[in-house]
């Protein structure tokens, strides 16, 4: 059966992986077992995926990505260079805690940007935008944008990837979509 996906010849790819048509494995990069990765992923250079992860369509990891156990990451995800993810609140070398792995969900669209550090267990809402170095150590709602260690929310984001300012209505519109937002206690959504 011919393959639909590339796989660059220095990456590995282990047996009982899915992967879709038109994605993209880059040099060094290791895919572990009982993987999916969806259709038009690209997976850059030095990336681990490790068991069980899921990544829908065209999910975009950038060189020196970390995916571990208990991640899924929903269609056009962005994660950026060197960021990574963990899944045991307490990690010790000594102690075994795979049967303590904690999940993580990255909602569609969410962009995680260069070196942040997504603490297991807490999702990330779907447009969110991590910036870069941020450490989440919470819940991230959809649309929001949060920065720094630990993180914490400064503002709102389309689907665009632009601010929100929202008026004394609580409407916003995207400068680059014209798609308009509202926002009610605290929550944000598209309405058109």
């Known amino acids: 059966m011919e393959k ?53 369509k065209n999910v975009k990891v950038q060189n020196n990505v970390s995916i571990y156990t208990g991640v899924i990451c929903d269609d056009d995800v962005f994660l950026g260079p060197s960021m990574v993810f963990t899944n045991v609140i307490n990690p010790r070398s000594a102690v075994n805690r795979k049967s303590e792995y904690a999940k993580t969900h990255v909602g569609r669209g969410a962009s995680i940007g260069a070196n942040a550090t997504i603490v297991c267990g807490h999702d990330i809402g779907e447009f969110a935008f991590i910036g870069a170095g941020a450490v989440v150590t919470k819940t991230v709602p959809a649309f929001a944008l949060v920065v720094g260690n630990p993180s914490r929310q400064i503002g709102w984001m389309s689907e665009f990837g632009h601010r929100l300012e929202f008026d004394s209505n609580g409407s916003a519109t995207c400068k680059e979509s014209g798609q308009t937002y509202k926002i009610e206690n605290n929550t944000v959504r598209r309405i058109s």
């Open 4 to 56: 639909t996906y590339f796989v660059h010849p220095s990456a590995f790819v282990d047996e009982g992986c899915h992967i879709g048509k038109g994605t993209k494995i880059w040099h060094f990069s290791h895919i572990m077992p009982d993987c999916t990765l969806g259709e038009n992923c690209n997976i850059g250079q030095n990336v681990v995926v490790s068991p069980g992860v899921v990544l829908g």
